[in-house]
C-alpha cells in the first residue's frame, strides 16, 4: 500500500511517548481522520484502545511494540518505517457485540476485540445459565465466570482459562469457563463465528455477576447476549512472516 500520511499515536508510557516524538519529526504526522495508517505506540492495551477509538474511521492500523505485551505488535524501529508500512500484510478481524441487562433495567451495548467475559462479583461462585442460538445447552454452569473469545483474543485471558487457540482467519468463536465447579469436566466449546451465545444469571441477587467486553465493564447484569458483528471490518498491518495468523500458530508450540 502507498503511505504519504501516517498519524502516530503513543500510549502515555514513556517509551511510547519517546517514540512518538522520534518519529514525528522523522516523518512527520496527521490527525488520524487525514491518514492513511496509524500507527500504534505501546502495548497490546494501548492497541485496543486504539482501535476501538478509531474504529468508526476505517483505517488501517500498525503497531509497534513500546509497552509491555506486545503479542499484536511488530517490533520497534525508527527506521524504514514507510517501505514496512509499503511491504506489511493485513489481517481482517471482526469484534464482538455485547448487549448486557442489568438487575436493575437498565441496557448495555459495547464492542470487544479479544472477548467479552463474566465474572462472579463476591465470594461465591455464580450460576450461570447457557443458550446458544436459542437452545439451551447448559441448564446451570456454577463457575467463577465464563467468556466468548475471537480468534484475535484467543491467546488473551481466553488461553489463561485454558481455552483453544484459534486461527485468525478461522471464522469460529471460542466459549471457555473459568474455574468451572459444576460441571467439572465441561472444557467449553469452539462455535461458529454466526453463532449467538446468550448468558442468564441464576440467583442474581445471592450470586451477582458482572460482564466485561474488552474494557467496559457492566456490574449486576441479569442477561448477557454476545454475537460476532462481521459488518465491522478492523485493519490490522503486519510485517511479512510477522503476523498475526503466524503468531498465533507459534503460540501453539510454545514450550
Known amino acids: 500500500m502507498a503511505v504519504t500520511r501516517i498519524a502516530f499515536l503513543a500510549s502515555s508510557a514513556d517509551e511510547a511517548q519517546a517514540a512518538q516524538a522520534a518519529l514525528e519529526r522523522r516523518y512527520g504526522s496527521v490527525q488520524p481522520e487525514e491518514a ?5 505506540l505501546g502495548g497490546d492495551g494501548f492497541m485496543l484502545q486504539t482501535l476501538h477509538a478509531t474504529m468508526g474511521l476505517e483505517k488501517p492500523v500498525y ?13 520497534y524501529a525508527e527506521e524504514g518505517l514507510p517501505r514496512r508500512l509499503a511491504e506489511a500484510k493485513r489481517a481482517v478481524i471482526n469484534p464482538l457485540h455485547m448487549v448486557a441487562e442489568t438487575c436493575g433495567g437498565s441496557r448495555h451495548e459495547a464492542l470487544a476485540i479479544n472477548e467479552v467475559s463474566l465474572l462472579r462479583q463476591t465470594r461465591q461462585a455464580a450460576k450461570i445459565r447457557v443458550i ?15 467468556l466468548v473469545a475471537t480468534p484475535a483474543g484467543s491467546t488473551a485471558y481466553n488461553l489463561s482459562a485454558h481455552g483453544p487457540i484459534l486461527p485468525i482467519r478461522a471464522r469460529l468463536l471460542a466459549l471457555t469457563p473459568i474455574s468451572a465447579f459444576r460441571p467439572r469436566r465441561w472444557r467449553g466449546a469452539i462455535l461458529p463465528l454466526e453463532t449467538r451465545v446468550t448468558f442468564e444469571i441464576l440467583e442474581s441477587d445471592k450470586r451477582p455477576v458482572s460482564a466485561t467486553a474488552d474494557h467496559v465493564e457492566v456490574r449486576d447484569v441479569l442477561r448477557v447476549d454476545v ?4 459488518q465491522i471490518e478492523l485493519q490490522l498491518l503486519y510485517d511479512p512472516g510477522h503476523g498475526l495468523e503466524e503468531r498465533l500458530i507459534r503460540e501453539q508450540f510454545a514450550t
Do not use: K, S, Y
Not at 492513511?36 to 500504534?40: L, P, S
Not at 505485551?69 to 511488530?74: E, I, W
Not at 446458544?132 to 465464563?146: N, P, T, Y
Open 36 to 40: 492513511d495508517v496509524i500507527v500504534a
Open 132 to 146: 446458544v442460538d436459542g437452545e439451551e445447552r447448559l441448564q446451570e454452569l456454577i463457575c467463577d465466570g465464563i
Open 63 to 75: 503497531g509497534m511494540h513500546r509497552g509491555t505485551v506486545g503479542f499484536l505488535m511488530n517490533d
Open 227 to 230: 454475537a460476532a458483528a462481521p
